[in-house]
């Protein structure tokens, strides 16, 4: 899913400093008992990431940590009380680099239960979209399409990005489907795992 000369969190960690050439981000997804996560669309004019597929998340406050940022956001997008948490503790996934808005992005991963009915936050999430950890190793949805990309100082362009075509959800590609994938990664590994007798 890494898009042609996209740079890697640790190389862009290597050459700058946080908070001056980049900026720190944390996402969390959210595994419902019954196998599926909840990704939000961003609104349309949500900068250079508007209208796009993302998981809650969003900039990392000052004298907060990452997972403290990420379950913030969480809970602010899907519309959640400050009290909703998740159900184990949160394990960290590979940061991935967000050239476009110059992020270094570090995301989490736990068991959840969440309402049926959410509140997003109208701001900044067009629509929830509950997608399914058994379509996300499905080769099927795993695909190439046209998407507009924008990078800072440049205009819009059209690239050919790979990402998830999944049933009745928004193409997923960028940093999402990056991260999307390494959650594809361990779910199937650990559904391989013969059963403990």
Request: net charge negative; charged share 25%.
């Amino acid at each position: 899913m890494m898009p042609y000369a996209r740079s890697s969190a640790a190389e862009a960690r290597a050459k700058g400093n946080a908070g001056v050439d980049f900026r720190e981000a944390a996402v969390f997804i959210g595994i419902e008992p019954d196998g599926t996560m909840a990704l939000i669309e961003r609104t349309p004019e949500k900068g250079p990431h508007g209208g796009q597929m993302a998981w809650p998340g969003g900039a990392r406050e000052p004298g907060e940590s990452m997972l403290e940022c990420a379950l913030r956001e969480w809970r602010e997008e899907l519309g959640l009380p400050g009290a909703h948490g998740p159900m184990r503790p949160p394990v960290p996934l590979t940061e991935v680099h967000v050239e476009p808005s110059r992020f270094v992005v570090r995301p989490f991963v736990a068991p959840v239960e969440l309402p049926d009915l959410l509140m997003p936050d109208e701001v900044e999430v067009a629509a929830v979209h509950r997608i399914r950890l058994d379509d996300i190793v499905d080769d099927r949805y795993r695909t190439r399409r046209p998407v507009l990309v924008h990078l800072p100082g440049r205009r819009g362009f059209k690239w050919e990005a790979p990402g998830f075509a999944l049933p009745e959800v928004p193409f997923i590609w960028g940093a999402t489907a990056l991260i999307l994938c390494e959650v594809a990664e361990w779910y199937a590994a650990w559904s391989s795992k013969p059963s403990p007798k």
